[in-house]
């Protein structure tokens, strides 16, 4: 089934600012910019470049220094950290480049957490972490802990709890650095097929090699958002 795009988050003028001592750096210089759902978006650029600061802020991690973030349609720029922590568990789902899974618990648990959070009852989070990890073919290893599993288990088990929420948006931290190529293939295969799902998927990377997944390339260099990248060699 096609689904349509719609836009999803719009930074308007947009500048993020760290000052230490007398220093100011600019992490992510002044940015106008919107990502849809049903496209997976690389954004890309070197280490050190505020790809990562960019994501942090399309994701309500922080606030911007200046400028306006919309969410669906929503001026989200003044909410309180609270209202922004309870936007991020309800429509947002994180998928972090280290996994980020509790190590005592097993790969069911890990994905029931942030259904728990939500205050859904321990039986149906645990009929939803089910179909959640049966979608990313983790049936069978459900009950493992973390230090049983691969790294590739681990990312899908990570992903699972991304989107057991049912989440609009989903953010990625570099999903395929801690990867094997085929783990990396399969990983990137699974998200362009959430975002044909009528999601936002939207993934930090500096490996050019994930371009042939990308509905959309943006690239960040010393702060600023573009169309195009300047030298190929500063990524690989």
Same mark, same amino acid.
Request: net charge positive; charged share 25%; with cysteine.
């Given at each position: 089934?096609?689904?349509?795009?719609? +836009?999803?988050?719009?930074?308007?003028?947009?500048?993020?600012?760290?000052?230490?001592?007398d220093?100011?750096?600019?992490?992510?210089?002044?940015?106008?910019?919107?990502?849809?759902?049903?496209?997976?978006?690389?954004?890309?650029?070197?280490?050190? *470049?505020?790809?990562?600061?960019?994501l942090?802020?399309?994701?309500? #991690?922080?606030?911007?220094?200046?400028?306006?973030?919309?969410?669906?349609?929503q001026?989200?720029t003044?909410?309180?950290?609270?209202?922004?922590?309870? !936007?991020?568990?309800?429509?947002?789902?994180?998928?972090?480049?280290?996994?980020?899974?509790? +190590?005592?618990?097993?790969?069911?648990?890990?994905?029931?957490?942030?259904?728990?959070?939500?205050?859904? *009852?321990?039986?149906?989070?645990?009929?939803?972490?089910?179909?959640?990890?049966?979608? #990313?073919?983790? *049936? /069978?290893?459900?009950?493992? !802990?973390?230090?049983?599993?691969?790294?590739?288990?681990? /990312?899908?088990?990570?992903?699972?709890?991304?989107?057991?929420?049912?989440?609009?948006?989903?953010?990625?931290?570099?999903?395929?650095?801690?990867?094997?190529?085929?783990?990396?293939?399969?990983?990137?295969?699974?998200?362009?097929?959430?975002?044909?799902?009528?999601?936002?998927?939207?993934? #930090?990377?500096?490996?050019l090699?994930?371009?042939?997944?990308?509905?959309?390339?943006?690239?960040?260099?010393?702060?600023k958002?573009?169309n195009?990248?300047?030298? +190929?060699?500063?990524?690989?």
């Amino acid at each position: 089934m096609l689904c349509m795009e719609k +836009e999803i988050v719009r930074l308007e003028s947009v500048k993020k600012i760290y000052k230490t001592g007398d220093t100011t750096i600019t992490a992510l210089d002044t940015t106008t910019i919107s990502f849809e759902t049903s496209k997976l978006t690389l954004i890309m650029g070197p280490s050190g *470049s505020g790809k990562t600061t960019l994501l942090s802020i399309l994701g309500c #991690v922080i606030y911007p220094s200046e400028g306006q973030v919309f969410y669906k349609g929503q001026n989200i720029t003044n909410l309180s950290e609270s209202q922004l922590a309870d !936007l991020r568990l309800r429509e947002i789902g994180f998928v972090f480049q280290h996994f980020n899974l509790i +190590e005592p618990l097993n790969a069911l648990e890990n994905v029931m957490q942030p259904l728990r959070l939500q205050r859904v *009852s321990k039986a149906q989070a645990k009929q939803m972490a089910e179909k959640a990890l049966k979608d #990313v073919g983790l *049936s /069978q290893r459900m009950y493992n !802990l973390p230090k049983k599993l691969s790294g590739g288990q681990k /990312q899908r088990v990570a992903i699972a709890r991304a989107l057991v929420t049912n989440p609009t948006m989903i953010l990625c931290d570099e999903p395929t650095a801690s990867l094997d190529a085929k783990s990396a293939e399969a990983i990137m295969t699974e998200l362009k097929s959430f975002a044909q799902q009528d999601k936002a998927v939207i993934i #930090v990377t500096h490996d050019l090699r994930l371009r042939k997944y990308a509905d959309k390339v943006i690239y960040v260099e010393e702060g600023k958002v573009s169309n195009t990248i300047k030298d +190929e060699k500063v990524y690989k």
